[in-house]
């Protein structure tokens, strides 16, 4: 009698209470009772299984397989089904002990191996499958169907493929479950799926059966086929709704919202039914202000339908909203007292404030969802970890590494390398390695994140590859672009040779690194080789970091042909353009390539805008200025960067519009230093010079603190509006703010003094000045001489000298 290794460990398993005398004579009448009784056997499961393990301890095992033997196999089947619904794997291991020690299963062993197969593998127990499946005399096509599933769903994906060939050379032919599970396993390359789909159409089942068209759909879909799977939709005869669901999920995850949509309508049109899956497909592709639309329409269907409820679709409409700034059907969605939410839906919105310029937001967020009941997860800590770091945030970091440590989550990979990246943000080095030695099952991403945090310090990040080469890591695209960046000649050249060894010099990321570092370097002939040496088509990626190389050693006609030599050029080849146009002054030609740019459906950006707007203040155009303006607010102005806006507020300060300026200031939800300096020399340049003074302040109550170019302004402003005491005020305060007075200031200080009358006050500033002054501040005290008329400055020789200055 084969006795089979799962059975030994149980019997060590067993607790000492188990092996008493009463309990050993009770258990055939439990067993007994439990065959006839299910639901009784579901309450009593695990004291049940300990007595039969009691028995198989002792050998006394004629009692139970007397029972048995009057007992039908559906018994037996009922006792595993019942094991498998209460996910008990300790007791289904038992019943599988005792069915191969008592033989009472001999006369039909496979009908019930294959049941104990299917549920190791349910249970994740692949190996313990692949054992039982090793060690079964008898096999039919269910073993191997099952068995090949399992090592799919394991991503075993070489195993599964022998396999599938064992089971054809033992004669077996192939069903479209066999198919099916194949074809799913996310690891399977695209050169054997369309072997698997050629047998598939040879055998009959991808046109007479819905399941492995299905499988193969996904397969074509993941490894980014589109065209085909959409033709292999079309051709399929048979579609079930999880074959319309699964090429409405890839539309959606491609971004082909309208395909992906009209493809939902005819799940309606041909009554094909719906399901949570329907709507999160078509959902999970809309990202932006223009396909809003379609998603309330989704979310009007949504609650019409009654899918509104549901988490995974609730979660969709709102992830949604989010990605498309709809911040007011966010707040609504959210905060609504029927809304549904779980763990998803919070890490949901966070995650989008954490990757926004409202950082600070999703860790309120974080405070609000720990004082509720739900609890945050590794994503939820992730998400504010990185929001922590993008926003600087020390004190809200450490924070978050103490909540991890409490909870111990700060072993996990995904937490661990947030942690490393926040540290390394902050420039708290040995505190990001201490994170990162801290993380118990290391990746690429942890190394990765370690590996950028000293990217200042390029030959301790040179020395971390080595180490994460010894200790049997593959550096990735990510790994080798953080080095590249600003490596010294000498080891740019080493580092080159790895990349060209590790095969990695075709892929676009690694090979713009190559291009930045070279043309850091000043090696600009090998930057440009890089990309001149490939032929067009050229991949859009190098050949834009090729073109800004050009365009910023002003080679336009250059920057020109490289972009034109791109195959697909992207909104990042247009913005190299129309920025080498709107530079080299032919600003015609520039905004004329914006427009073809709208024609063709490129959807430009605020690096875009950036660059029309400057040209607008370059040419003093404020009706064209006006119009850039008047798009944003009709397309995406809430989705502007505070760079964009205080490019605007320049504008329109420059081109002679101070009342707009302040519309725009007025409307900013958010403002940095630069923001409040720009309106203040708006305000100034327009001689309000009261109002800058009131706005400084306003500023400073704000709790930004002032640098020298915002003071700078400010004495401009006070020059222009003929403010002596206030503007000597302001740069005596210069000292309390810990700011050092330039040239700059030292010139508006004497222009003020001297146009208003204080040529002896402008003197002596002129004698006290830290380091020698230079023409334009002679040229200002001379200036202001000459408008009061000063005889006596005038007859001075030591200034009559500095007049041809």
């Known amino acids: 009698m084969i006795v089979d290794c799962v059975l030994f460990e149980l019997i060590d398993y067993l607790p000492v209470r188990c092996m008493r005398r009463d309990c050993m004579r009770k258990t055939p009448i439990l067993f007994s009772n439990l065959v006839q009784d299910l639901l009784r056997f579901k309450k009593i499961i695990f004291s049940v299984s300990t007595s039969v393990r009691s028995y198989c301890s002792n050998s006394r095992l004629a009692a139970i397989n007397g029972e048995l033997d009057h007992s039908p196999e559906r018994h037996l089947l009922g006792l595993l089904e019942s094991c498998s619904k209460d996910r008990s794997l300790a007791a289904t291991k038992c019943f599988h002990a005792f069915s191969i020690t008592t033989g009472s299963v001999s ?3 496979l009908f019930i191996r294959n049941n104990i197969m299917s549920f190791y593998i349910s249970a994740d ?3 313990d499958a692949l054992k039982l499946f090793d060690r079964m005399p008898e096999r039919n096509v269910v073993s191997y169907s099952t068995m090949i599933g399992g090592l799919s769903r394991a991503e075993c994906v070489d195993m599964a493929v022998d396999l599938f060939c064992e089971m054809r050379f033992c004669g077996y032919s192939p069903t479209q479950f066999t198919f099916g599970g194949l074809l799913s396993c996310p690891t399977l390359d695209i050169f054997r799926a369309r072997q698997l789909h050629a047998l598939a159409v040879k055998n009959g089942f991808l046109y007479v059966d819905a399941f492995t068209g299905t499988a193969l759909l996904g397969l074509l879909g993941r490894n980014g086929s589109l065209d085909e799977a959409v033709e292999l939709f079309e051709d399929m005869p048979r579609k079930s709704l999880i074959t319309w669901n699964s090429l409405i999920t890839l539309l959606g995850r491609y971004q082909f919202v309208e395909e992906s949509f009209c493809h ?6 041909k009554d094909v039914g719906l399901s949570e899956s329907s709507f999160v497909g078509v959902l999970s592709g809309i990202q932006r202000d223009p396909e809003l639309g379609v998603g309330r329409q989704l979310h009007g269907l949504a609650i019409k339908h009654g899918f509104d409820s549901a988490l995974s679709v609730s979660n969709s409409i709102l992830s949604m909203y989010l990605k498309c700034l709809d911040m007011s059907s966010v707040q609504r969605l959210f905060r609504s007292e029927e ?4 763990v998803v839906s919070w890490n949901t919105i966070i995650s989008s404030f954490a990757k926004s310029e409202t950082q600070l937001k999703a860790i309120e967020l974080f405070s609000e969802m720990c004082a509720g009941e739900i609890v945050p997860n590794h994503t939820t800590f992730t998400s504010v970890i990185n929001s922590c770091a993008k926003s600087q945030s020390r004190l809200h970091g450490e924070l ?21 990246d926040f540290y390394s943000r902050v420039s708290r080095v040995k505190e990001a390695r201490s994170a990162f030695d801290d993380i118990s099952e290391k990746n690429v991403v942890s190394w990765n994140s370690l590996i950028a945090g000293y990217s200042g310090n390029q030959s301790s990040a040179v020395l971390l590859v080595k180490e994460m080469l010894r200790q049997s890591f593959s550096p990735n695209e990510f790994t080798l672009s953080a080095v590249l960046k600003s490596l010294p000649v000498s080891e740019l050249q080493q580092l080159h040779c790895l ?21 850091k370097n000043e090696q600009l002939t090998d930057a440009l080789y890089l990309v001149t040496a490939s032929t067009a088509p050229r991949s859009a990626i190098p050949a834009n970091v090729a073109a800004a190389v050009y365009n910023r050693t002003g080679q336009y006609q250059k920057t020109q042909e490289m972009i034109c030599s791109i195959e697909g050029p992207d909104n990042v080849s247009w ?7 709107l530079q080299n002054g032919n600003y015609t030609e520039g905004f004329e390539l914006f427009r073809h740019m709208q024609v063709d459906g490129i959807y430009y950006d605020n690096y875009t805008i950036v660059s029309l707007l400057c040209a607008c203040t370059n040419l003093c155009n404020l009706a064209l200025g006006s119009s850039i303006h008047g798009l944003l607010m009709k397309t995406c102005f809430e989705s502007c960067d505070i760079f964009v806006c205080n490019v605007l507020m320049d504008m329109y300060g420059k081109c002679g519009s101070v009342v707009s300026s302040m519309k725009v200031f007025n409307q900013m939800t958010d403002r940095n230093l630069i923001s409040w300096t720009a309106i203040i020399s708006n305000l100034g340049l327009h001689g309000y010079a009261h109002e800058a003074i009131k706005m400084f302040i306003e500023m400073e109550s704000s709790g930004f603190k002032p640098n020298g170019a915002t003071f700078f302004v400010l004495l401009t402003a006070c020059k222009h509006g003929g403010l002596v005491k206030e503007g000597m005020d302001l740069f005596r305060k210069m000292e309390s703010h810990v700011v050092q007075p330039d040239m700059g200031h030292y010139r508006c200080v004497v222009e003020l003094l001297a146009r208003h009358g204080f040529v002896k006050e402008a003197e002596q500033v002129i004698c006290n000045m830290p380091f020698p002054p230079d023409a334009l501040v002679w040229r200002s005290f001379l200036y202001g001489c000459r408008i009061q008329r000063t005889a006596e400055c005038q007859a001075n020789s030591d200034y009559g000298r500095c007049a041809s200055l």
């Open 575 to 581: 913005n190299i353009l129309i920025a080498a146009c």
């Open 107 to 109: 006369d039909k062993p």
């Open 499 to 519: 990349v060209i060894r590790m095969g990695y010099h075709h892929n676009d990321y690694v090979s713009s690194s190559l291009i930045t570092s070279y043309a």
């Open 264 to 269: 939902f309508r005819e799940i309606f049109r």
């Open 125 to 127: 127990e692949v190996f």
């Open 400 to 420: 978050m590494h103490a909540k991890t440590i409490r909870i111990g989550l700060h072993f996990e990979a995904h937490v661990g390398s947030a942690l490393v």
């Open 339 to 342: 809304a549904i939410r779980d």
